[in-house]
């Protein structure tokens, strides 16, 4: 596949949601839907920190899915967001941040039930006990651009990229302009 055409389709998993994103129903649009969770404990709703699959938010919104982040990511990834942008990226936006347990349980059971195997799961999900977005200390960025300029620049700010196959994940990871390290292959992987 020509490296144009895998960053094309990067973008469109991306700007779909992503790979931990709620799948579709059979024709509901999608973007818009709260998520009925089973066992009666209603929708998805921004006090869980959900997203709508298709959208983002403004690095400055003031909803949980960023307020409920660590101050510090928050605050490096709003830096870094004004100085991508002033660098010529058209927009960053945040597709994941903060979750609710329950939310991330969602998003679990929705991989395992798309992958089939605990072990592929793993590599795109993680478990709300182990989830970095659940104890605020990861942000998603979106579009492909913005994600890419994070990935070049993001370290000024100890911004990393954690994952090799999620290139929208990051976490603060380093102290302001050292290097990153690299990242490991996939959310299965421990440090």
Partial sequence: MHRWAATAAVASVLVS????????????????????????????????????????????ADVPA??????????????????????????????????????????????????????EARRWVA???????VSGDAVDIGYTNAADWFSRFGHGYGLCRTYANEMWHYEL??????PCPPPIADASEKR
């Fill in 17 to 60: 949601g992503g790979c931990a994103a709620p799948g579709g129903d059979g024709g509901t649009d999608t973007a818009s839907r709260m998520w009925d969770l089973p066992g009666g404990s209603g929708p998805l709703t921004e006090e869980d920190g959900y997203v709508p699959v298709g959208e983002g938010l403004e690095v400055d």
């Fill in 173 to 178: 990871a380093v102290e302001p302009g050292e």
């Fill in 66 to 119: 960023l307020t409920g982040l660590d101050p510090e990511l928050l605050e490096a990834v709003q830096e870094a967001a004004a100085d991508a942008l002033d660098a010529g990226v058209d927009v960053v936006i945040v597709t994941g941040g903060w979750r609710s347990e329950r939310y991330q349980e969602h998003l679990w059971e929705e991989a395992l039930r798309e992958h089939r195997s605990e072990e």
């Fill in 127 to 133: 478990s709300p006990e182990e989830s970095a977005h």
